[in-house]
């Protein structure tokens, strides 16, 4: 009895909790500056809320000085304002703004003694100082160059009509393969393929298989759709009359050889009308519209600079280290690889010959 109350109770307070969190944060009633009324009714309705921006009084209003370095009321809201609203509302009283300041007090004193041993004309700084600056020029230029409602109904729908295979798609397998000389040895393997999951069949095809350009992958053939030319018709047929992931069939006649294959994925089909990826063209035109300017812009750019040279000898000699890295990185990397392979993306996919 005493523990059903005890649950009940923390269940009530939880429920108190999220209800007045609810509240702190629920957007103000009304129009918002520079909101339609029908806007500022969207908004309402579903329950968003826009940080205001800081006063235009308070742009001038010095908070902290460290090193002759301003910390300026804005600075501190904008900072605070870039936290989660949860984070945010640890800084409503004085003492904890203050240890906000405190911090940024520290970061300007790190970054004077920085600039004071020489960091600021380090290669590194440099380089980075550059990459945030060319950002800010990109959003500068191109982020509000072209607008969603620019975009016509005809430009989506055509746009639609040439990029329908990006939307719909057809079923797919994935199978691994191991290939045979002869239809005894496919029979052997298959006898012993049946006996293990796809790990350990993988391993198997980097034994036995006889195809040198698929064996070192574990047979894998990567996914294919039942009308792929690319793959000997039988090994299709036998691949996607296979219903679940580990299942194995064979031996099948090709004319390379004798092939046991193990189903390791399926893909349902996509089909996706224009009705449902609207939103989606629309902003893949935005997007290319906008690397299309930037490559433009680019382009006088070049053409107003000293012309530029590459020593190709040079370049040659540039030694590209293939080997994945140590640690951590290195396990991301190879992760991210296979990942990429099994999606037919890090490099060209080898297919059964026919």
Known sequence: MRKTAFRKAGMLLVLGLAMVLWGCGKPESGKKKGQTPAKAAQNKAAGRYRVPPCPEADKTKVVATVNGVKIMKCAVYNRIHRLSPYIRRR????????????????????????????????????????????????????????????????????????????????????????????????????????????????????????????????????????????????IVDAAFALTKRGDVTGPIKTKTGWHVICLTGKRRPINRSYQQVKQLLRNRILREKRVQARKQFVAQLKTKTKPFVVHEDQLSLVKVCKRPAGGLFGRIERHMNRMHRGRGMHMRPHRARK
């Open 91 to 234: 800084y409503t009283t004085l003492d904890r703004k203050k240890e906000f300041v405190d911090r940024m007090v520290r970061f300007e004193v790190l970054a004077f003694e920085a600039v004071r041993l020489g960091l600021d004309k380090d290669p590194d700084v440099q380089r980075a100082k550059k990459e945030v600056m060319v950002q800010k020029l990109s959003r500068k230029l191109f982020q509000g160059k072209f607008k969603p409602a620019e975009i016509t109904e005809k430009e989506l729908q055509d746009y639609y009509a040439q990029h329908k295979g990006d939307y719909n798609k057809p079923a797919m397998v994935r199978v691994s393969d191991i290939l045979t000389k002869s239809k005894g040895e496919g029979q052997k393997i298959l006898a012993e393929a049946k006996k293990l999951d796809v790990r350990a069949f993988r391993k198997l095809a980097r034994d036995k298989s006889q195809d040198e350009a698929t064996k070192m992958r574990g047979g894998d053939l990567r996914y294919f759709a039942k009308t792929d030319t690319n793959i000997a018709k039988p």
